[in-house]
């Protein structure tokens, strides 16, 4: 298995942009969160989904942000507009159930100016 | 990877030493716990896992030890290598309730390894 993907691994964009984030879980997988780390707040949970539906998303930060699972194997995280303050690394996991934790992909670094 | 906070804790150990990292947990009622190493530019990646119903777990060269009575969590290498310098995090499940699963993680410590 390739583990979790996540394109594009890099990301600068200008302020106002829209930035779209995507993700591959783990095939199999039924679980899938989106995390943002930052120096200040560490990581951060954003959202996760349970069979492709969103269960809880009180971690996005503002109606700028939404986030859509159309099927098991895909999932984006979009920032329209973005802003400074959304430069990050943004991290996508899968897990199936609880059963071992989550298996990270390798992250998108965006950067905003 | 911008993995390390601003004024995260630093443990610096020589090779070939044991290291212990400590993690202090906030939720009573979280009822599994994970360790994660996060290497620069890499994501956190999964080490060993330890349920409430445990005090202790060993995997190879690590051990993770549960203290429930204070919150208490923490990480045991031995024989402590160059490539297990990287940040350490611990995660918490705040169970809520069935079906709930999500972890909160910890600040981090950074582990260095000293040739």
């Known amino acids: 298995d390739a583990g979790v993907i996540q394109s594009p691994r890099h990301e600068v964009t200008e302020m106002g942009q829209e930035v779209t984030l995507r993700c591959k879980p783990i095939s199999g997988h039924d679980y899938l969160f989106w995390y943002r780390q930052t120096m200040m707040r560490g990581l951060e949970l954003l959202i996760y989904?349970?069979?492709?539906?969103?269960?809880?998303d009180s971690g996005m930060p503002e109606d700028r942000f939404s986030a859509k699972m159309p099927n098991a194997s895909f999932s984006t995280l979009k920032i329209q507009p973005s802003e400074p303050r959304d430069s990050a690394v943004y991290f996508c996991a899968s897990s199936f159930r609880a059963a071992a934790g989550y298996t990270f992909g390798s992250g998108t670094r965006l950067t905003v100016v | 990877g911008e993995s390390v906070g601003l004024h995260l804790p630093t443990l610096s150990v020589q090779e070939g030493d044991n290291s212990i990292i400590n993690c202090a947990y906030s939720n009573s009622a979280s009822d599994y716990f994970i360790w994660y190493k996060q290497e620069s530019g890499k994501g956190p990646q999964f080490i060993i896992d330890i349920r409430s119903n445990m005090d202790k777990r060993q995997g190879q060269r690590v051990t993770v030890l549960l203290n429930k009575t204070v919150k208490h969590l923490s990480l045991q290498i031995a024989a402590t290598q160059p490539g297990d310098s990287a940040v350490y995090f611990c995660?918490?499940?705040?169970?809520?309730?069935?079906?709930?699963?999500?972890?909160?993680f910890g600040k981090g410590t950074k582990l260095s390894v000293i040739p």
């Open positions: 989904f349970n069979n492709n539906v969103p269960i809880d």
């Open positions: 995660a918490e499940n705040p169970y809520s309730g069935a079906g709930s699963y999500q972890l909160t």
